[in-house]
């Protein structure tokens, strides 16, 4: 991964997650507060369970006030959670989170890790998370983590004594972490790792207590002080221009798929840490007490401070150049450490900012953004000096030993080098996400050991620049990338990858046979190289039918794609599996789908999943055709109806009215629609009289917390927090002969096997009588709850409430969701 210096926040950071892979161009401040960072030796490490749990207050504040190397690790990458910015879910989800991490870790200077473990969804208890995660391999990961960063300090997010109460991921990140802090010094405790990067035992350990807590007066005053460290993390920095709180904010926004934007906050700001573990400091605001963060830590280090700790004193804003000498000899007593961990830290450091203090461009561009395994492409290579300090050009390299340019080159003063060379790549597997390479276990995925705790991908190809400033050579390292110009953007950088020679696609991902009548399945070929054809086949589950058994294709140009319609036949009975599209190129085969994921806010990415639809026969009837959708926080409800025959019209909010939504059979409300979309608070009173007048209404769940308007329902309705996590648990039917359960559908028990993820969320907890509860269920050891499906007779109409998963059901074909999902928008036709 990069090094903490190059990830330091820009100015730039605005616009820095839309050329994600922009070399940095830093001003002369951000040059200076790199070379703070570079005079400070310790480090911290938070601790916590998915994107978007870390304190980016906190994380800033280590990094930008203390200067102390930090980093978050992060239990899992979120893939149990939903996304606000697009449809993707699960693993895709998941890819979008990392990279929503690594850009707050870009903005507010912190490093990113990751263990194996899965969102695998909401868990009440952390006994249920770490029997999912395999707690034995996390554990082993959190060791790992700590053993290679080596952190003086490390902060949990949450408290590890508070098992049952909260999240079971959040209290079993901080049960890992205190279980981890006892293990990493001993090497007979997980050989491997203690043997590939020795052992370690951090300072200290704490947990970062809420604000809410302390920021109550009556609390504070009665709360035991005596192991509270209590922190300031309101600093201004002026050469940056900005607070911590700001920074923070700014970080915290870019978890955008999750919809935390956040405001930036100015003046002082407070931080609790509880002490848990090791050696308490006297002094209650040095988290580094009795811990050497000079360079009088490492054996050597008096003669490196005592070069580069002036330079802080006497730098030079005008002409950061001045340094170079100094930075050099520096950087040549580093290089004689007999210490590894800091030896190699700061020599990262030390090169960077030899490269930025001399103004050194080094760039390595592809002409195409992608290649096959063994593809041939052009590279550009570029490189200026911009000081007046002597640099020459040794040589290019690849990192396995081969030649590039072997030609000396004086890189003069602002005088540009650029030349096009031919490369080949030794590269046999294909890009993508490391961690879904191979198919892992319901908590966690596989990967292989040396990428174990990256959060990406390394890059597909690179170079090293071998570089002489006098006497001294640096061996530069950059990854080829890939760019173009666009009329809007101007320079836009994308990965350089390795790609399948062809992918495959089938549009739909669930194909619903509410019928016995079969269905032409598209599926779409796409060609990875020019010149290109074959045979497609497409597999499918015992009892299916698929015509013709193979098709043949031919495609010239890469890029471009082809689309073979297959006739699929469903069984006469209830039946699901997967059709799965397998190309065959002579003696080899292809069964992957390049899946684009594109956003603003995230670098550009290209993921290889399996190449494949899941097909479901379904008895299923329904009344009713014409279906309005109001959309919440995003789902794939309104695509899923559309699969079983319904005409689904989105309706924008602020265009509801009573003339434009009464020809509906019924109104779908989107999940979190009314915490997140303001003009219901308006416009509610028109849909309630639209099922006065003889509609159905069906709102999905919303969380009980900023709701938009307090007339949620017709009658009195209170959400709460009740929800049930096992997507297995026992369901009771509590009004078999309500119409809603058996028209035009009779649901029975087995309508509610195979659900995933969980049953519901946010479930109602009081309701005015007019409500009839539908259905009861349990989490184990939970009280029953009835508020996960409320249907109320309103005039001519029903109003439904539900806090049922229909959002995760539907697209993931469960064939009993979409039967009562049915009957709900059949109510009153």
Same mark, same amino acid.
């Given at each position: 991964?990069?090094?903490?210096v ?11 997650t839309t050329f994600?892979?922009?070399p ?5 401040s951000?040059i200076?507060?790199?070379?703070e960072?570079?005079n400070?030796l ?6 916590a369970? =998915?994107?978007d ?8 504040w ?5 200067k102390?190397r930090t ?9 149990g959670g939903?996304n *606000?910015?697009?449809?993707?879910i699960?693993?895709l989800?998941g890819?979008?989170?990392?990279q ?5 870790r870009h903005?507010?200077?912190?490093e ?26 996390v ?6 983590a ?5 952190p ?11 098992? @049952?109460?909260?999240?079971? =991921? ?7 972490s205190v &279980? ?5 010094n001993?090497?007979?405790?997980y050989?491997?790792t203690a ?8 300072k ?5 207590n809420y604000?809410?807590f302390f920021n109550?007066?009556d609390?504070?005053?009665e709360?035991?002080?005596s192991?509270?460290v209590?922190l ?6 002026p050469?940056?221009?900005?607070s911590?709180?700001e920074?923070?904010s700014?970080?915290?926004s870019? =978890?955008k798929?999750?919809g935390?934007?956040s ?5 002082d700001?407070?931080e609790?840490?509880?002490?848990l573990?090791?050696?308490f400091?006297?002094n ?5 007490? @009795?811990?050497?963060t000079?360079?009088?830590r490492?054996?050597g280090g ?15 804003f005008?002409?950061?150049s ?5 930075l050099l000899k520096a950087?040549s007593?580093v290089?004689?450490?007999k210490?590894p ?5 700061k020599l990262?450091q030390l090169e960077q900012l030899?490269?930025?203090c001399?103004?050194?461009? *080094?760039?390595?561009?592809a ?11 052009q590279?550009t290579?570029?490189?200026i ?6 640099v020459s *050009?040794r040589s290019?390299?690849?990192p396995?030993?081969r ?5 000396l080159?004086d890189?003069k003063p602002?005088v540009n080098?650029s ?11 294909t890009s993508?996400?490391y961690?879904?390479n191979?198919?892992?276990s319901l #908590?966690m995925y ?6 174990? #705790?990256?959060p990406?991908t390394?890059?597909?190809?690179q170079v090293?620049?071998?570089l002489?400033f006098?006497r001294t050579?640096?061996?530069?390292v ?6 173009y ?10 990965p350089? &990858? ?7 696609t089938?549009?739909?991902k669930v ?6 009548e079969?269905?032409e399945?598209p599926?779409?070929?796409?060609a ?7 045979t ?5 589950p ?6 013709p058994?193979?098709?043949l294709? &031919?495609?010239?140009?890469k890029?471009s794609?082809?689309?073979v319609?297959f006739?699929v036949?469903?069984p006469e009975?209830?039946? &699901?599996?997967?059709l ?21 806010h ?7 999943m399996p190449?494949e ?12 055709e ?10 794939a409800i309104?695509e899923s109806?559309s699969?079983i #025959?319904?005409?689904v019209?989105s309706?924008?909010p602020?265009d ?5 939504i009464? $020809?509906f059979?019924?109104i779908?409300v989107?999940?979190r629609?009314?915490n997140t ?9 028109i849909l309630? $009289?639209?099922?006065k007048? @003889?509609?159905?209404m069906?709102v999905?769940y919303?969380?009980?917390r900023?709701l938009?308007?307090d007339?949620?329902a017709?009658?009195?309705l209170e959400?709460?927090r009740?929800?049930?996590?096992d ?6 039917i509590?009004e078999?002969n309500h119409?809603?359960l058996?028209s035009?559908?009779?649901?029975t028990q087995?309508?509610f096997?195979g659900?995933v993820?969980?049953r519901g ?8 009588e007019?409500?009839i509860p539908?259905?009861a269920m349990?989490?184990a050891?939970?009280p ?5 499906? *409320?249907v109320a007779?309103? @005039?001519?109409?029903y ?7 229909f959002?995760?059901e539907?697209?993931?074909g469960?064939s009993g969701?979409y039967r009562?999902f049915a009957?709900?928008l059949?109510?009153?036709?």
């Amino acid at each position: 991964m990069r090094n903490y210096v190059i990830k330091c926040f820009l100015f730039s950071i605005f616009t820095l997650t839309t050329f994600a892979q922009q070399p940095k161009k830093p001003t002369a401040s951000e040059i200076y507060h790199n070379l703070e960072s570079l005079n400070f030796l310790g480090s911290a490490l938070y601790i916590a369970a =998915h994107p978007d749990d870390e304190n980016t207050r906190l994380i800033s504040w280590l990094a930008n006030d203390l200067k102390a190397r930090t980093a978050y690790l992060s239990i899992t990458r979120g893939d149990g959670g939903q996304n *606000l910015v697009g449809p993707e879910i699960r693993e895709l989800l998941g890819v979008i989170r990392t990279q929503e991490l690594l850009a707050a870790r870009h903005t507010d200077g912190g490093e990113q890790f990751f263990t194996r473990a899965i969102d695998f969804g909401y868990s009440k208890h952390s006994d249920e998370t770490l029997e999912i995660w395999n707690k034995k391999e996390v554990l082993g990961d959190v060791v790992r983590a700590i053993r290679k960063f080596r952190p003086d300090v490390i902060i949990n997010r949450f408290d590890h004594r508070t098992p @049952g109460s909260t999240h079971g =991921h959040h209290t079993s990140s901080a049960m890992l972490s205190v &279980e981890a802090f006892d293990l990493v010094n001993d090497p007979a405790k997980y050989p491997e790792t203690a043997k590939k990067y020795g052992v370690w035992q951090p300072k200290r350990l704490f947990f970062n207590n809420y604000w809410s807590f302390f920021n109550d007066p009556d609390r504070y005053a009665e709360a035991d002080m005596s192991n509270i460290v209590e922190l300031n993390t309101g600093t201004y920095y002026p050469s940056l221009g900005l607070s911590n709180g700001e920074i923070a904010s700014l970080s915290r926004s870019m =978890h955008k798929s999750q919809g935390f934007g956040s405001t930036g906050r100015r003046g002082d700001q407070k931080e609790w840490l509880e002490f848990l573990k090791g050696d308490f400091q006297k002094n209650k605001t040095d988290l580094f007490e @009795g811990i050497d963060t000079s360079w009088s830590r490492v054996q050597g280090g008096e003669a490196i401070g005592a070069i580069l700790d002036p330079l802080e004193d006497n730098f030079n804003f005008q002409d950061p150049s001045a340094m170079l000498p100094h930075l050099l000899k520096a950087y040549s007593l580093v290089s004689m450490l007999k210490d590894p961990y800091w030896k190699e830290i700061k020599l990262k450091q030390l090169e960077q900012l030899i490269l930025d203090c001399g103004g050194i461009f *080094l760039e390595a561009v592809a002409n195409t953004n992608a290649i096959n395994p063994k593809g041939e492409y052009q590279l550009t290579i570029e490189a200026i000096n911009r000081s007046d300090y002597p640099v020459s *050009l040794r040589s290019i390299t690849t990192p396995d030993g081969r030649e590039i340019i072997n030609e000396l080159k004086d890189l003069k003063p602002n005088v540009n080098f650029s030349t096009v060379v031919p490369m080949t790549s030794q590269r046999m597997g294909t890009s993508a996400p490391y961690w879904l390479n191979e198919k892992g276990s319901l #908590g966690m995925y596989k990967a292989p050991d040396e990428l174990i #705790g990256l959060p990406d991908t390394p890059a597909a190809e690179q170079v090293i620049f071998n570089l002489n400033f006098g006497r001294t050579q640096l061996a530069v390292v950059r990854d080829v990338v890939y760019k173009y110009n666009d009329p809007v953007k101007g320079e836009v950088y994308q990965p350089f &990858e390795i790609l399948p020679e062809v992918t495959t696609t089938i549009p739909e991902k669930v194909i619903i046979f509410p019928g016995r009548e079969s269905r032409e399945v598209p599926v779409t070929i796409v060609a990875g190289r020019d010149s290109i054809n074959g045979t497609v086949q497409l597999n499918h589950p015992e009892g299916w039918k698929v015509s013709p058994p193979q098709q043949l294709f &031919e495609l010239d140009l890469k890029g471009s794609s082809q689309t073979v319609i297959f006739n699929v036949t469903p069984p006469e009975t209830q039946s &699901e599996g997967y059709l799965k599209p397998l190309v065959s190129l002579g003696s080899r085969f292809y069964d992957k789908e390049l899946v684009t994921i594109d956003y603003e806010h995230i670098p550009f990415q290209r993921v290889l999943m399996p190449s494949e639809a899941k097909v479901v026969r379904i008895d299923i009837e329904k009344k009713g055709e014409q279906i309005g959708y109001i959309n919440g926080a995003g789902d794939a409800i309104p695509e899923s109806l559309s699969y079983i #025959g319904y005409e689904v019209t989105s309706i924008d909010p602020a265009d509801i009215s009573s003339e434009k939504i009464k $020809d509906f059979d019924a109104i779908v409300v989107g999940i979190r629609a009314y915490n997140t979309v303001p003009e219901l608070a308006f416009k509610q009173d028109i849909l309630l $009289d639209y099922v006065k007048n @003889g509609g159905v209404m069906l709102v999905q769940y919303n969380t009980n917390r900023r709701l938009v308007t307090d007339k949620l329902a017709p009658y009195a309705l209170e959400l709460s927090r009740d929800r049930v996590t096992d997507e297995n648990s026992r369901v009771t039917i509590l009004e078999p002969n309500h119409p809603a359960l058996t028209s035009p559908n009779k649901i029975t028990q087995s309508d509610f096997n195979g659900w995933v993820q969980e049953r519901g969320l946010y479930f109602p907890n009081e309701w005015d009588e007019h409500f009839i509860p539908l259905l009861a269920m349990n989490d184990a050891s939970d009280p029953e709850t009835k508020g996960s499906l *409320l249907v109320a007779a309103y @005039g001519d109409g029903y109003y439904v409430y539900t806090g049922l998963s229909f959002f995760r059901e539907l697209p993931a074909g469960v064939s009993g969701a979409y039967r009562l999902f049915a009957n709900l928008l059949s109510l009153g036709n």
